[in-house]
Antibody, heavy 119, light 110 residues
Framework: EAQLLESGGGLVQPGGSLRLSCAASGFTFSSSAMSWVRQAPGKGLEWVSN????????YYADTVKGRFTISSDTSRNTLYLQMSSLRAEDTAVYYC????????????WGQGTMVTVSA | QSALTQPASVSGSPGQSITISCTGS?????????VSWYQQHPGKVPKLMIYDVIKRPSGVSTRFSGSKSDNTASLTISALQAEDEADYYCSSYRRGDTLVFGGGTKLTVL
């Protein structure tokens, strides 16, 4: 069965850094496009970033550009999100998701990992 | 990056049909056939219900259908059931290689 499992969330101070991981299984990760989507407490969904794994092309929302970096390791079938210069408004559940095609529909989602940015 | 516009809430009785709108611009909804709809029950993970405006993923009920006219996409749920009560989000590809979501619509089944 195909699945995604995020890890790495936690409490971090403003200005700090955190790296999220998403372990993928049950599908061909190396030829997929993958996204990170976040949801602040009680709020809606916000797309964060996308990567075309085979081509290495990356895309970012303006709200995180220059602060977050998406990457992948095909030997480990794992997606990453390196977050730096974190702000209170980055507090959210972060989901990794698989794209049907790049920057389009997200047909598989992980359970999410909570990131809290607070002093 | 402004979100797509959805009504905050809609409601309907069991057996009825409801429609949720999603309004954008020619840079997203109106310019591309890459509109999707997601269902999210409280505390749960979003589930893809419609993609590419009108396509249903395998396993999604035929009671769910999508359409688009100009800059507005719509999700219609027919024969409403209690289990359909959830939050619904639209999304669209936006020119410049980004993905944008709507603010979400809370569906209440009366």
């Amino acid at each position: 069965e195909a699945q995604l499992l995020e890890s790495g969330g936690g409490l971090v101070q403003p200005g700090g850094s955190l790296r999220l991981s998403c372990a993928a299984s049950g599908f061909t990760f190396s030829s997929s496009a993958m996204s990170w989507v976040r949801q602040a407490p009680g709020k809606g969904l916000e797309w964060v970033s996308n990567i075309e794994i085979s081509r290495g092309r990356t895309y970012y929302a303006d709200t995180v550009k220059g602060r977050f970096t998406i990457s992948s390791d095909t030997s480990r079938n794992t997606l990453y999100l390196q977050m730096s210069s974190l702000r209170a408004e980055d507090t959210a559940v972060y989901y990794c998701a698989k794209d049907i095609i790049v920057i389009d529909a997200l047909d598989m989602w992980g359970q999410g990992t909570m990131v809290t940015v607070s002093a | 990056q402004s979100a797509l516009t959805q009504p905050a809430s809609v409601s309907g009785s069991p057996g009825q049909s409801i429609t949720i709108s999603c309004t954008g611009s020619s840079s997203d909804v109106g310019g591309y056939n890459h509109v999707s709809w997601y269902q999210q029950h409280p505390g749960k993970v979003p589930k893809l219900m419609i993609y590419d405006v009108i396509k249903r993923p395998s396993g999604v009920s035929t009671r769910f259908s999508g359409s688009k006219s100009d800059n507005t996409a719509s999700l219609t749920i027919s024969a409403l059931q209690a289990e359909d009560e959830a939050d619904y989000y639209c999304s669209s590809y936006r020119r410049g290689d980004t993905l944008v979501f709507g603010g979400g619509t809370k569906l209440t089944v009366l």
